[in-house]
C-alpha cells in the first residue's frame, strides 16, 4: 500500500495555512466592513420598498374612496339637475297656462267691446232709420196735405205711429 504524504499531492502546507489564515482575516474584514453595512442597506432598501408598498395601497384604496365619493357627487349633481329641469318644465307650463288664460281674457274682452259696439251702431242705425222715416212720413205727408203743418205736431203724430207700429226697438 503506498501512503502518500500532502507534499506528494503537491500541497505545501506552510503556504495551505497561510491562505487560509488570509482567507479567514479576509472573510472577517469583510464582514466588518461590507457585509454589515450591506445588509444594513438591503434591510433599509426593504423597509423603504414595504413602505412604498403601503403607501401604494393607502393610495389605491384613497383613490377607490375618491372615485366612490365623485360618483356620488356626479349622482347627486345628476339629480339636482335633473330637478331644475323639472322645476324649469313646470314653470314654462304654467307660463304657457297663464299666457293662455290671459289670451282668453283678452279675446273675451275684445268680443265683449266688439258685443257693445255692434249695439250701439244697431241703435245708432234705429234711430237714424225713425230720424228717416220721420222726415219721409213728414214729405209724403206734406204732399198729400199739400200744406206744411207745424214740425212739432208732425213729431208727436210720427212718435204716435211708431208706437203703435210693429217697428219698435229691441
Known amino acids: 500500500m503506498v501512503v502518500l504524504s500532502i507534499t506528494d499531492i503537491g500541497i505545501n502546507l506552510p503556504v495551505l ?54 360618483a356620488a357627487a356626479l349622482e347627486a349633481a345628476r339629480r339636482e339637475g335633473q330637478t331644475i329641469v323639472q322645476n324649469a318644465q313646470q314653470a314654462a307650463q304654467r307660463l304657457q297656462e297663464e299666457g293662455r288664460v290671459e289670451a282668453v281674457r283678452q279675446q273675451e274682452a275684445i268680443l265683449e267691446r266688439a258685443r257693445a259696439e255692434i249695439a250701439q251702431e244697431r241703435d245708432a242705425a234705429i234711430s237714424e232709420l225713425r230720424r228717416e222715416f220721420a222726415e219721409l212720413t213728414i214729405a209724403a205727408a206734406e204732399k198729400i196735405i199739400g200744406q206744411s203743418l207745424d214740425r212739432n205736431a208732425h213729431q208727436r203724430l210720427i212718435e204716435q205711429a211708431l208706437a203703435e207700429s210693429s217697428f219698435r226697438e229691441n
Open 17 to 70: 495555512l497561510a491562505q487560509t489564515v488570509n482567507f479567514i482575516v479576509l472573510l472577517t474584514l469583510l464582514r466588518i466592513v461590507a457585509y454589515k453595512p450591506i445588509l444594513k442597506m438591503l434591510d433599509e432598501r426593504k423597509a423603504r420598498i414595504q413602505e412604498g408598498l403601503s403607501a401604494a395601497e393607502r393610495g389605491k384604496e384613497s383613490a377607490a374612496e375618491a372615485e366612490k365619493e365623485s
